[in-house]
């Protein structure tokens, strides 16, 4: 190991932390840093940082454009960090790598399509029926209260009251804690999976409350693996992937459009629907009002009507 390599190294876990003791997440980000110093290894790079390493860095993997621009970025406020003990370390431009704008459309399912998600789980692992009892729970779960993929795993035992039908989200994406009210049919679905979950695993190795076949947490790749096996059991692989995370849209578009079906004061209750799913703004919810074209059609109708009220 060469002594770039190393001061590479060392200043990067000095970054990392001084990002963790500001108060940031920088998890996914982190990641990043330890890979650029691989590569300045295997390259056999010497000092000082440059533009062109950078550059070469971001684009030595493969993927979308944004993914390459996030790493670009990442890069670029380390450089920043770095300058501070090398001053010959090159200044990163902040657009070499532009974002893409297009989003695609979220996929928003049927009933019928959500029905048969729900059911195929009993398919995913027939010598392991808590594996589907788990799959299809914490599906119908995402569906019914649009939490997040990883709240759901995150809960922990003491988090959901099954005799009030109230999950406790803690340090959610903004890390604050949210209380979640759920139907009573989720309710009763949830209280069912825990006495299968008890029944297999009397003695569990931790306290969440979604447990993988192991009988210790189900993680978010188990989640993801689970989720493509029961997707294509479904016949839900043919276009736009489906994830799980399309599934929290749908939460909202449903309920937005029952409340246009209702001729509800939609605007008024956007802070109502912000807060249950978690979001920091009404602004971030209202984006779920052009996630579907039926809701959208909902929406033109209500309008035409009111307007010919008028």
Known sequence: MTAFVRFLGEKAERYIELRHSLGYAFSKQAGTLPAFVRYVEHAQLDAP????????FALSFGGA??????????????????AVYDVRTEALERRAFPRSRAIPPPRILSEAELASLIDAC??????????????ATLIGLLA???????????????????????????????????????????????GCYARERDAAFPMPKDQAFFLSSRGNRLSATGLQNGFAEVRKLAGLDGGKPLR???LRHRFAVTRLSLWHQQRASVQALLPLLATYLGHASYSDTAYYLTGSADLLAIAAERAFLDGGAA
């Open 49 to 56: 940082a440059t533009r062109t390493m950078a550059l070469d």
């Open 244 to 246: 799980p995370h399309e």
């Open 65 to 82: 454009a944004n993914s390459r621009a996030t790493r670009h970025g990442v890069l670029r406020r380390f450089y920043e960090y770095l």
């Open 144 to 190: 019914s209260s649009g939490l997040r993929s990883g709240e759901v795993v995150r809960l922990d035992r003491s988090d959901v009251d099954l005799a009030n039908g109230v999950l406790l989200i803690r340090k959610t994406k903004f890390r604050k804690d949210r209380l979640v009210p759920v139907h009573t049919t989720t309710q009763a679905a949830l």
């Open 122 to 135: 009993a398919r995913i692992s027939p010598g392991t029926p808590l594996r589907g009892r788990t799959m």
